[in-house]
C-alpha cells in the first residue's frame, strides 16, 4: 500500500481525472452526482498521496513529454502547491456534497462538467511551472469560473458574470503580457531557470507590474475589487462558496509564488505597496460589509476584506519573511475553509426563507441551528477569534508585524478582525430575533446543512492544527529562496 | 530599430488602445473588441520580439501565439453569448452599474 | 530578365490597375449597386490577371493549379456575395442612384 | 502515560462533552438533558476535589499540547487555578439545578444549556490556563459562549445588548490579541511563572512593557468592568436570571479579574509590576471604579441593574487587592474572586426567584417580600450583610484582608475607599431589606406562579439556601483547612504559581 | 429544418444510378486534382489525401444534386465566361476612371428560361462578372438585373449566356 | 539593397499604422455595426502583419479565426442584439440603441484612465526599447530536437510534442467556452431567412472544399504551416457556412453523437496522454519512432472536435434543446 | 524583380487605405460589408505577391484560406446582420 501511494504519478492524476471527470459528465448527464463524486473523491485521494510522495522525497518535478525545461513543461510540487491542492480538494468534496443537494436534475447537469473544469484548472495552477501554462490554466480557471456564475441566470447574476468574464480576461491578457516580456529578455519560460537569471532590467519591471497588475485584478485586491462582489454574491451559493474560497485564492498563490520565486530580489522595494493596498482592502472591504442588508453581499465584501489581509505579508517578509508567509498561507487555507461554509450557510438561509435580507432572518437560530452554527463557527475564524484557523493566521501574522515594529500594519490586523466581528454579529445578532414579517419556509436537505457545518467546524479544527501544517507548507522550502534574497538584501 | 521592434511598439499600442477602450465604454459588445484588441496587441509584441534575430524565427512563440488565439476565441465567443444573455433578460447590452435594490 | 519575366510583369501591373479600379470605383460611384459592380468586376480581373502573372513564374503546375483555384474561389465567392448584397438591398428598398 | 498529564483536559471535557451532545439534543428530552448536565457537574466537581488533594500534597497536574511552532497550548492546576476551578465547579452544580427550574416550560433549552456548558468549559479554560496564548484561548471563548445566552431571548433588547457586550468584549480581546504578541515579541515566551518572567528584560523595553500593561488591564478591565469598560454589563442584565447569576457572579467579570491577577503575578511579577509603576495606578482605577460604580448602583430602580452596578464595584476590589501590592491585600483580593462569587450569586438566584415566582423586577415591587417568600429573602439577607462587609459574612473577611494588606503596604488611602464603599453598599442595600420585611406587600404580585405549599419551586429555591450558607460558611470557618482563606494563603504562599 | 434534409436525401436517393455514376467520377477526378494541386504533387499525401476525397466526394454527393455537364459547350462556356468577365472588368475600370463617370444605372427584369436549380445560380453568379450587369434578384425565375448603361443592349447579351448556360447543362 | 529596405520599412509602415487606425476607429467610432467591420478588416490585416513577421502558422491561424469564425460571430451577435432591440418596439428604441452604443463613462473617467494607460504605453515602449537587439528564443533547443519530434514544422512540434500539454489545455478550453455557452441556455433565435438557392449553392459547393482543405492543412502541418487548430477552423467554417445556409444538424445527431464528437479530441488526448504515462513514466512523451503517428492520430481527432466546437460556439444554443421551443 | 514585388504590395496596401475610407463613409451597412471584402480581395493578392518575394509556398495556402473563409463572414454579414429592421436608417 505504502508503495502504491510512493510509485503513482500522483500529480497527474491530480488534473487528468476532473478533467476526465468532466468529459463523463457531459457525455452521460444521467448519473453526474455519483460521477462528480466518485472524481472528487479520487481527486482528495490523490492529494493524500500526492502529500505522502513529497513527505518522503521533498519537492516533485515532472518533466512533460520527457522534455526538459526550457524546451518542455515542467509540473512541480511543493508544500505551498500541496497545501493548496489539499485545501481545493476539501474544500471541494464538501462543496460538492452540498452541491448534490442543491441543485435540481438540469442545474446538476450544467454545473459537475463547469465544476470539474475548474478543478482540473485549479489542480493544473497549482502543479504548473512554467508561466505560458499558467497562462492557459488561468483562462481555463476564469471561464470556468464566470460560467458558473451565469448559471444562477438571473440579472444579477449575469451582470456579475459578465464584470466577472472582462476582469478575469484583461487579467489574463496583462499576464500573458509580462510573461512575453520575461520570455523575450530570458528566453524561457520555466520558472525555476527565470529565477535563476533574474535581475533588474527596465524590461523585467515592465513585466512585474504587469503580471502583478494582471493577478492583483483576478485576487481582486483593493482597488481592483469592483467584479467581485456582484459576481459572487450573485452566483448559486455553492458556486459562490468555490469562487471565494478558491478561485481567488488560486490567483493569489500564483502571485505568492511568483513574487517569492521570481520578483523577489527586485521586487521587495515595492512590496510595501502591496501592503497598502492590502490595508485599503480590509479597511474598506469591512466597511462596505457593515453597510449590506444581505447576507450574501455582506459575505462577498467579507471576501474583499479578507484578501486584504492575504497582502499584509509582502511589506512584512523582510524582517519576518517564514512566520509572515506562514501566516499568510494559513490565513488564506482558513479562509478558504470559513468563506466556503459561511457562503453554504448563506444558501442554506436563501433556501429556507426565499431570502437573505439580513434584517429578516427571523429567529434562524431557532429554526435552522445548524445552518446558523456553520455561519457562527465560520465566522470565528474570519474574526480571528481563537480557537480557529483564522486566529493562528492573525496571531502568526501580528507577531510578523510586530517583530518588525511595523505597528501600523499590527493595528490593521487587531481592527479588521473587530470590524469582521461587526458585520457577522450583525447577521448572528438577526438570527436570534423575530422579523416583523414572517416569510413562507422551505425545508433545508440535511446534507446541506451538515457539509457547512463540517467545514466551518474544519476552520475551527485548524487552530490546532498548525503543528501539522505548518511543516507541509516547508517541503520543499518554498519560503526559502525568499530568505536567501533576504541576506543578500541585508 | 528594427522592424521587430517597430512591430512590438504597434502592437504595445494596439494594447494600450484596447485597455483605454475596455474601461470607458458601456456597450458590451465594444468592451469585447477591446478585449479582442488587447489580444492582438500581446500576440504581436509576443511574435514581433521572436524576429530580432533573423536567422530564424522562434517557432516557440508562434505556438504560444497560436494556443492564445483560440484561448481568444473561446473567450470571445462566450463573452458574446454571455451578453446576448445580459441582452434578452435586461434589455440592455451593458452592466447594470446601478446594484438592484 | 526572360520574355516571361516581363509578361509576368505586364500581367503583375494591370492586375494592379484593376485593383485601383475597384477602388476608385468603390468610392466614386453613387450607390450600392453601382459600387459593387466596381468591386465585383474589377477585383475579379485584377486578381486574375496577378494570379496569372505569378503563375508564370510558378516552378511547378500544381502550383499553377493552386493558384488558379485560389482565383476560381475568390471569384465564386465574389459574384455569389455580390447578388446576395445587392439582393438584400432591393428587399430592403434601398433606393437606386438615377441619373 | 502519566494520568495526571490528562486530568486538566479531563475536566474540561467534562462539561464540554455534555455540552456538545446536549446541542444535538431535542427539544423535550429533559429527563436526558438533566441527567447529562448534572452528571457532568457532579464529575467535575469529584475531578476538582482530587485534584485539590493533589495540588495541597504538591503533586503537578499539567497538559500540555502543541499549537504553533514554540507555543503549546498548557493547562495546568495550580493552587490558584485551582481556587477559581473550585468556585466554577461548585457554583456551575448549583446554577445547573436552578437554572433546570428556571428554565422549565421555556423554549430553546438544548441551546441554552449547551452554551452555558461551554461557558464552564471556557471558565474552567480560564482558570487552568498554563500561558497567555490558552488563556487568550478560552477566554475568547468564553466571549462567544456567552453571546448566545445574552440574546437568548430573541427580543430587539436582547440583540442590542449581545450587540454592546460584543463591541466592548471583542475590542478588548483584540486589545489583549495585540498585547500578547507584542510580548512574545519580545521575550519569546508567554508561560505563566512565579515572579512573571520580564524582569529579566533590559531597561530599553520599559516604555514598551508599560504600554503592554495598559493593554492588558484594558483588555482584561472589559470583562473585569473596570471603569470607564463597563458599559456592557449592566446591558447584559436581560438574559435570563442564571446566566446573569453564573456569568456576572463568576464567569465572565471573573475571567477578567482573574486575568489581571495573572498579568501581575505570573506574567510581570508583583515585584517588576511595582518597579515599573504600573500598580498604583491600577489600585487607583479599581478604587475609583468600587466608588463610582457604587454610587451608580444607588439610582438604580431595576433590581438587577443595582446588583449589576454592585458587581462591578464588588469585582474590582480583587483588582484593587492585587495592585496594593503587598502580599496580605492579595490574599484579600484572592479570596474575594471566591467571596464575592458566593455571595453575588446569591443575591441573583434570589433576583431570579423574584421574577419567576412573583414577576418582580423592580426594588419598588419588593414590598413586603419577605412574608411571601421568606426562605428567599434570608438568603437574600445574608448575600446583603456579605455585600456589606458585616461580621461573620465572607464579605467582612476580604475587606478585613485588604484593609490590613493596604495598611502593611503603606496606603492607608484604601481604608477611606473600603469604607466609603461600605458605607454605599449599606445605602443601596439596607433600603432593600427594609422593604422586603417591614413594609406591607401588596394584595397582587405583578405576575405570580403558584407553586403549592412552597414559596417556589425547590429548584429555585435550594441553589440560593445552599450559596448563602457557603457565603456564610466561609466567613465563619474562614480558618479551616480547605477553606477560601486558607487556600488564599496558600496560593501567596506559592508564589501565585 | 427538416425539410432541407429531406432534400438532401431525395436528391441523393432519386437520382439515376448512371448519372451518379458518373458525377462521381467526374467529381473524384476533380477533388483528386484539386488535392493535387494543394499539396504541390507530394506522393506521400495520398494517405490522407485518399480518404479525404473520398470524404469530399460522400459530402459533395450529399449536399449537390448530380447535374451532368455537357463539357464541350462547358469549355465553350469557360472559355466565354472568361472574355467577358475580362471585358466586364475593362469596361467598370473605365466607367470608373472616366472624369465624369459615364453610367446610367437601372434596373431590368429578365424572366429565366433556365429550369430552377443550379443552373440558374450559375446564370445568376455569372451574369454579375458580366459587363455592366448584376444579378440582383432572383425570384420565381425571374432575374432582376441592375445594369450600369441602361442604354446597353443588355437583353441580348443576357440571352446568349443563358443559351450557353443551358448548353453547358446538357438542356437543349 | 537601399531601395528594398525602404520599401520594406514603408510596407511595415503601413501596416502598423493601419492597424493602430483600425484599432483606433474600431473601438471608437460611434456605429458599432461599423466598429465591427473596421474589426473584421482589422483581423484581416493583422493576417499580413503575421506573414510580414513570418509567421505564417499564425497567419493561417488568424486568417481562419479572424476571417471566418470572429467575424461571422461578431455580425451575427450584433444581428441578435439588435432584434431583441426591434421586439420591444421600433422607433424609439432605435434611437436608445444608437444612443447606447455610444454610451461611454463620463468624460472625468476618460481622463482618469487615460493618463495610466498612457503611463503604460510609455513604460512599456521603454522596457521593449531597452531589450537586446538579440533574441534569445528557444528556436535552437526546438531545433536540435526536432528528428525526435516525428514533425518537421516547428511550430506543430512545439504545440503537439515539445508543449503539448498546452495544447491539451487550450482544447480543453475551447470545449470549456461551448459547455459554458450551453449552460447559459440561450434561446435559439426564430428567425430564419428564407432559404436562397445562390446561397445553398454556395454553401454546398464550399463544403467539400473546405473538407479538403481542412485535410490537406492536417496533412501539411507536419512540415509546413498548418495544423489541427487551421484544419479544425477551416472545417469548423463549412458547419458555419452551413449553418448560414439554413442546415440544422438533424436530432438524431445532436445528441450524444454531437457531444461525442465534440470531445473526442480532448478524449484521445488524455488517453494518448495515460498511455504514454503507463509506457514512459512521462505524460505525453511520445516515442520518437512513433511520435508522427501519434501526433497524427491526435490532431485528426483534434480537427475534428474543434470543427465542431466551432460550429457549435457559433450557433449558440444546444442543437437538441433547440426544436423543443 | 523582389523590389517590383513590393511595391506592388505597396500599392495594393495603399489601395486598402483607401478602401477604407468607404467603410467610414457607408452610408449603408451594405457599403462597409462592401469594402471589408474588397480588403479580402485585395489581401489575396498581396499575399500571393509576398509569397513570390519570401519564397514560401505556405502563403498560397493562407491565401487560399482567406479566399475560402472571407466568404463565410459576407455569408454572415447578409444572412444575419442585415436584416429587415435597417430600413430607416440605410435607405438615406
Known amino acids: 500500500m505504502g508503495d502504491f501511494l510512493l510509485t503513482m504519478p500522483w ?194 519591471w515592465m513585466a512585474l507590474g504587469l503580471i502583478s497588475a494582471g493577478l492583483l485584478l483576478k485576487t481582486a485586491l483593493f482597488p481592483l475589487h469592483f467584479w467581485l462582489p456582484p459576481a459572487h454574491a450573485s452566483a448559486f451559493s455553492p458556486i459562490s462558496a468555490l469562487l471565494s474560497a478558491l478561485v481567488v485564492k488560486a490567483s493569489f498563490y500564483l502571485l505568492l509564488r511568483l513574487w517569492l520565486e521570481l520578483f523577489w530580489p527586485i521586487s521587495g522595494s515595492v512590496a510595501g505597496l502591496l501592503g497598502i493596498l492590502g490595508v485599503m482592502a480590509i479597511l474598506w472591504g469591512s466597511l462596505q460589509a457593515l453597510r449590506q442588508t444581505r447576507v450574501k453581499m455582506l459575505v462577498a465584501y467579507s471576501t474583499v476584506a479578507q484578501i486584504g489581509y492575504l497582502f499584509l505579508a509582502f511589506p512584512l517578509a523582510m524582517g519576518a519573511g517564514v512566520t509572515a508567509w506562514n501566516a499568510v498561507m494559513y490565513l488564506a487555507i482558513s479562509h478558504a475553509l470559513a468563506k466556503a461554509a459561511m457562503f453554504m450557510a448563506a444558501g442554506n438561509l436563501l433556501r429556507f426563507g426565499g431570502h437573505d435580507r439580513i434584517a429578516d432572518l427571523d429567529q434562524l437560530a431557532q429554526r435552522l441551528p445548524l445552518t446558523v452554527a456553520a455561519f457562527a463557527l465560520a465566522g470565528v475564524s474570519l474574526i480571528g477569534l481563537p480557537p480557529s484557523g483564522g486566529f493562528i493566521g492573525k496571531w502568526l501574522l501580528l507577531e510578523a508585524a510586530l517583530m518588525q515594529g511595523r505597528w501600523d500594519l499590527a493595528v490593521v490586523i487587531v481592527l479588521g478582525g473587530v470590524l469582521a466581528a461587526m458585520y457577522l454579529f450583525k447577521v448572528l445578532g438577526y438570527a436570534f430575533t423575530e422579523a416583523s414579517t414572517p416569510s413562507k419556509v422551505t425545508a433545508v436537505p440535511v446534507r446541506m446543512e451538515w457539509a457547512a457545518l463540517l467545514l466551518a467546524s474544519g476552520a475551527i479544527l485548524l487552530g490546532f492544527l498548525a503543528p501539522l501544517i505548518l511543516p507541509l507548507l516547508a517541503i520543499g522550502t518554498p519560503f526559502d529562496a525568499f530568505s536567501s534574497a533576504q541576506e543578500v538584501m541585508s | 530599430m528594427s522592424i521587430a521592434v517597430l512591430y512590438a511598439l504597434v502592437g504595445i499600442g494596439l494594447f494600450c488602445l484596447g485597455v483605454y477602450a475596455l474601461m470607458i465604454h458601456a456597450h458590451l459588445l465594444r468592451k469585447i473588441l477591446a478585449l479582442n484588441i488587447m489580444g492582438s496587441g500581446v500576440f504581436m509584441v509576443l511574435l514581433a520580439l521572436a524576429g530580432r534575430t533573423e536567422i530564424m524565427p522562434d517557432p516557440v512563440p508562434a505556438a504560444m501565439v497560436i494556443t492564445g488565439i483560440v484561448v481568444a476565441v473561446s473567450a470571445t465567443a462566450f463573452a458574446l453569448a454571455l451578453m446576448l444573455k445580459i441582452s434578452a433578460v435586461t434589455g440592455r447590452a451593458e452592466l447594470n452599474d446601478e446594484e438592484e435594490k | 530578365m526572360t520574355l516571361s519575366d516581363y509578361l509576368s510583369v505586364l500581367f503583375l501591373l494591370a492586375g494592379a490597375v484593376f485593383f485601383l479600379a475597384g477602388t476608385v470605383g468603390l468610392l466614386r460611384f453613387p450607390d450600392v449597386y453601382t459600387r459593387l459592380h466596381a468591386l465585383t468586376k474589377a477585383d475579379n480581373v485584377g486578381l486574375g490577371l496577378i494570379v496569372i502573372g505569378l503563375a508564370m513564374q510558378a516552378e511547378s503546375y500544381a502550383s499553377v493549379g493552386k493558384l488558379l483555384l485560389i482565383w476560381l474561389l475568390v471569384l465564386l465567392a465574389g459574384s455569389s456575395i455580390s447578388h446576395l448584397i445587392a439582393k438584400k438591398a432591393l428587399q430592403k428598398g434601398v433606393r437606386m442612384w438615377r441619373r | 502515560m502519566n494520568w495526571n498529564d490528562w486530568l486538566p483536559l479531563l475536566l474540561i471535557a467534562c462539561s464540554l462533552v455534555p455540552g456538545l451532545i446536549i446541542f444535538g439534543l431535542a427539544e423535550q428530552r429533559v429527563r436526558l438533558r438533566t441527567t447529562l448536565n448534572l452528571s457532568g457537574s457532579v464529575i467535575n466537581l469529584l475531578l476538582v476535589a482530587w485534584m485539590l488533594w493533589g495540588v495541597y500534597h504538591g503533586q503537578h497536574f499539567e497538559t500540555r499540547l502543541p499549537l504553533l511552532p514554540g507555543l503549546d497550548l498548557v493547562l495546568r492546576a495550580g493552587p490558584l487555578s485551582l481556587l477559581f476551578v473550585t468556585l466554577s465547579a461548585v457554583l456551575w452544580l448549583l446554577t445547573t439545578i436552578y437554572a433546570i427550574g428556571y428554565l422549565e416550560g421555556s423554549p430553546h433549552r438544548s441551546r441554552f444549556f449547551g452554551f452555558f456548558s461551554l461557558c464552564v468549559s471556557a471558565t474552567i479554560g480560564v482558570a487552568m490556563s498554563g500561558n497567555l496564548i490558552t488563556f487568550l484561548l478560552f477566554y475568547e471563548l468564553l466571549t462567544l459562549a456567552t453571546y448566545p445566552l445574552i440574546v437568548h431571548r430573541g427580543t430587539e433588547v436582547a440583540r442590542h445588548a449581545g450587540k454592546i457586550y460584543l463591541r466592548y468584549t471583542l475590542i478588548g480581546g483584540g486589545l489583549l490579541m495585540f498585547a500578547t504578541v507584542w510580548l512574545y515579541t519580545l521575550t519569546g515566551s508567554l508561560e505563566f511563572t512565579p515572579q512573571g518572567f520580564l524582569h529579566a528584560l533590559g531597561d530599553e523595553h520599559r516604555p514598551a512593557l508599560v504600554m503592554i500593561f495598559i493593554l492588558f488591564i484594558a483588555g482584561f478591565g472589559v470583562k473585569a468592568a473596570l471603569i470607564p469598560l463597563h458599559g456592557w454589563l449592566p446591558l447584559a442584565m436581560i438574559a435570563p436570571a442564571p446566566v446573569s447569576a453564573l456569568l456576572h457572579a463568576v464567569a465572565v467579570v471573573k475571567a477578567g479579574a482573574f486575568g489581571i491577577v495573572r498579568v501581575v503575578y505570573d506574567v510581570f511579577g508583583i515585584n517588576f509590576a511595582t518597579d515599573l509603576g504600573v500598580t498604583a495606578p491600577l489600585a487607583w482605577l479599581a478604587a475609583f471604579t468600587i466608588l463610582y460604580a457604587s454610587m451608580r448602583a444607588l439610582y438604580q430602580d431595576d433590581l438587577k441593574r443595582r446588583l449589576a452596578f454592585s458587581t462591578i464595584s464588588q469585582v474590582s476590589y480583587i483588582t484593587l487587592g492585587i495592585a496594593i501590592a503587598g502580599p496580605i491585600a492579595a490574599i484579600g483580593g484572592v479570596v474575594h474572586l471566591v467571596h464575592q462569587g458566593l455571595m453575588k450569586i446569591t443575591l441573583f438566584f434570589c433576583a431570579g426567584n423574584l421574577a419567576e415566582t412573583l414577576g418582580i423586577h423592580k426594588i419598588s415591587e419588593m414590598d413586603g417580600v419577605g412574608q411571601r417568600m421568606p426562605w428567599t429573602m434570608a438568603a437574600f439577607t445574608i448575600g446583603v450583610f456579605g455585600m456589606i462587609g458585616a461580621p461573620p459574612t465572607a464579605g467582612f473577611i476580604t475587606k478585613w484582608y485588604l484593609g490590613m494588606g493596604a495598611l502593611e503596604a503603606g496606603q492607608s488611602w484604601v481604608i477611606w475607599v473600603l469604607a466609603g464603599s461600605s458605607l454605599l453598599n449599606a445605602a443601596y442595600f439596607l433600603p432593600i431589606l427594609h422593604r422586603v420585611w417591614f413594609r406591607k406587600p401588596p394584595k397582587h404580585w405583578p405576575e405570580e406562579h403558584d407553586f403549592g405549599r412552597q414559596e417556589t419551586s425547590w429548584m429555585l429555591l435550594l441553589p440560593p439556601i445552599i450559596t448563602a450558607f457557603l457565603a456564610l460558611g466561609a466567613g465563619l470557618v474562614a480558618a479551616a483547612a480547605f477553606s477560601p482563606l486558607a487556600w488564599a494563603k496558600l496560593i501567596a504562599e506559592r508564589e501565585f504559581y | 429544418m427538416c425539410q432541407v434534409k429531406k432534400a438532401f436525401l431525395s436528391e441523393y436517393f432519386l437520382g439515376v444510378p448512371r448519372e451518379i455514376y458518373l458525377t462521381f467520377l467526374t467529381r473524384g477526378l476533380l477533388f483528386s486534382l484539386i488535392w493535387w494541386a494543394l499539396t504541390n504533387g507530394d506522393l506521400s499525401s495520398w494517405v490522407i489525401g485518399g480518404p479525404a476525397v473520398m470524404l469530399a466526394l460522400i459530402v459533395s454527393m450529399l449536399l449537390i444534386p448530380s447535374t451532368p455537364l455537357v463539357w464541350r459547350a462547358g469549355v465553350k462556356f469557360v472559355f466565354l465566361f472568361m472574355l467577358r468577365s475580362l471585358m466586364g472588368g475593362i469596361d467598370v475600370a473605365w466607367r470608373a476612371f472616366h472624369p465624369r463617370l459615364p453610367i446610367e444605372p437601372d434596373l431590368i427584369e429578365y424572366p429565366l428560361q433556365l429550369p430552377p436549380g443550379v443552373a440558374q445560380v450559375v446564370m445568376v453568379n455569372t451574369v454579375s462578372l458580366l459587363p455592366g450587369t448584376l444579378s440582383a434578384e432572383l425570384h420565381d425565375s425571374v432575374l432582376k438585373v441592375h445594369v450600369l448603361d441602361g442604354q446597353s443592349d443588355v437583353k441580348t447579351e443576357l440571352m446568349v449566356v443563358e443559351k450557353h448556360v443551358r448548353r453547358l447543362f446538357g438542356l437543349t | 539593397m537601399e531601395a528594398l529596405s525602404l520599401l520594406q520599412w514603408l510596407i511595415d509602415g503601413l501596416i502598423g499604422i493601419g492597424l493602430l487606425w483600425l484599432a483606433w476607429r474600431a473601438l471608437f467610432c460611434p456605429e458599432l455595426f461599423k466598429a465591427i467591420v473596421l474589426f473584421i478588416a482589422f483581423g484581416l490585416l493583422m493576417t499580413l502583419a503575421w506573414v510580414r513577421l513570418k509567421a505564417p502558422d499564425v497567419a493561417l491561424a488568424e486568417v481562419a479565426i479572424g476571417a471566418g469564425l470572429t467575424g461571422a460571430l461578431l455580425l451575427s451577435s450584433w444581428a441578435k442584439l439588435r432584434d431583441f432591440d426591434a421586439n420591444k418596439g421600433m422607433g424609439v428604441r432605435e434611437k436608445n440603441r444608437v444612443q447606447s452604443e455610444q454610451k461611454t463613462k463620463r468624460p472625468f473617467f476618460h481622463w482618469l484612465s487615460a493618463t495610466p494607460v498612457l503611463l503604460m504605453a510609455v513604460g512599456l515602449g521603454y522596457g521593449v526599447l531597452q531589450l537586446s537587439p538579440y533574441a534569445t528564443g528557444l528556436s535552437t533547443a ?184 | 524583380m523582389e523590389t517590383f514585388y513590393l511595391v506592388l504590395v505597396l500599392f495594393l496596401l495603399l489601395n486598402l487605405a483607401a478602401g477604407m475610407w468607404r467603410v467610414l463613409l457607408g452610408p449603408t451597412a451594405a457599403d462597409r460589408m462592401m469594402a471589408a471584402q474588397l480588403f479580402g480581395t485585395t489581401a489575396v493578392a498581396v499575399l500571393l505577391l509576398l509569397g513570390q518575394v519570401e519564397g514560401r509556398s505556405a502563403l498560397h495556402d493562407v491565401a487560399f484560406v482567406f479566399a475560402l473563409l472571407s466568404a463565410v463572414t459576407a455569408v454572415a454579414f447578409v444572412r444575419r446582420a442585415w436584416s429587415e429592421q435597417e430600413k430607416k436608417h440605410d435607405s438615406k
Open chain 6, 142 to 325: 526546438v531545433a536540435e530536437n526536432l528528428d525526435a519530434s516525428g514533425v518537421s514544422n516547428p511550430v506543430t512540434a512545439v504545440l503537439l510534442n515539445f508543449r503539448a500539454y498546452d495544447t491539451l489545455l487550450e482544447i480543453a478550453v475551447l470545449l470549456l467556452a461551448l459547455i459554458g455557452i450551453w449552460s447559459l441556455e440561450i434561446r435559439p433565435s426564430v428567425r430564419e431567412a428564407t432559404l436562397d438557392p445562390v446561397l445553398d449553392l454556395l454553401a454546398r459547393l464550399l463544403t467539400p472544399l473546405l473538407l479538403l482543405v481542412s485535410a490537406y492543412l492536417l496533412w501539411v502541418g507536419a512540415h509546413a504551416s498548418g495544423g489541427a487548430f487551421q484544419a479544425g477552423s477551416v472545417l469548423g467554417a463549412a458547419g458555419v457556412l452551413l449553418i448560414l445556409a439554413g442546415w440544422r444538424l438533424p436530432l438524431s445527431l445532436a445528441g450524444l453523437p454531437l457531444r461525442i464528437t465534440l470531445v473526442v479530441g480532448l478524449s484521445t488526448f488524455i488517453a494518448v496522454a495515460v498511455l504514454m504515462m503507463l509506457d514512459r513514466g512521462q505524460l505525453l512523451a511520445f516515442p520518437p519512432s512513433q511520435a508522427s503517428l501519434i501526433i497524427f492520430v491526435l490532431e485528426t481527432t483534434a480537427t475534428l472536435s474543434i470543427a465542431a466546437i466551432l460550429a457549435a460556439l457559433f450557433l449558440g444554443s444546444r442543437p437538441d434543446h433547440s426544436e423543443k421551443i
Open chain 1, 11 to 204: 500529480a497527474v492524476v491530480l488534473i487528468l481525472l476532473p478533467l476526465v471527470g468532466a468529459i463523463v459528465c457531459f457525455l452521460w448527464p444521467k448519473n453526474v452526482n455519483q460521477l462528480g463524486l466518485v472524481t472528487l473523491a479520487g481527486v482528495f485521494l490523490s492529494v493524500v498521496g500526492l502529500g505522502a510522495w513529497l513527505l518522503e522525497n521533498g519537492v516533485y518535478h515532472h518533466a512533460v513529454g520527457g522534455w526538459n525545461a526550457p524546451l518542455g513543461i515542467h509540473l512541480y510540487a511543493d508544500g505551498l502547491s500541496l497545501v493548496m491542492l489539499g485545501i481545493t480538494a476539501l474544500v471541494g468534496l464538501f462543496v460538492s456534497v452540498y452541491a448534490t443537494a442543491y441543485f435540481d436534475r438540469v442545474q446538476s447537469e450544467q454545473f459537475w462538467p463547469l465544476w470539474l473544469f475548474l478543478l482540473t484548472a485549479l489542480n493544473a495552477l497549482f502543479l504548473s511551472a512554467d508561466m505560458f501554462n499558467l497562462y492557459v490554466t488561468l483562462e481555463l480557471l476564469g471561464l470556468s469560473a464566470v460560467a458558473l456564475v451565469a448559471l444562477a441566470g438571473g440579472k444579477a447574476a449575469l451582470n456579475g458574470a459578465m464584470r466577472y468574464l472582462l476582469a478575469s480576461l484583461l487579467g489574463s491578457l496583462l499576464f500573458l503580457f509580462g510573461v512575453a516580456l520575461l520570455y523575450h529578455t530570458y528566453g524561457s519560460l520555466d520558472l525555476a531557470i527565470l529565477s535563476e537569471q533574474i535581475e533588474a532590467s527596465p524590461t523585467v
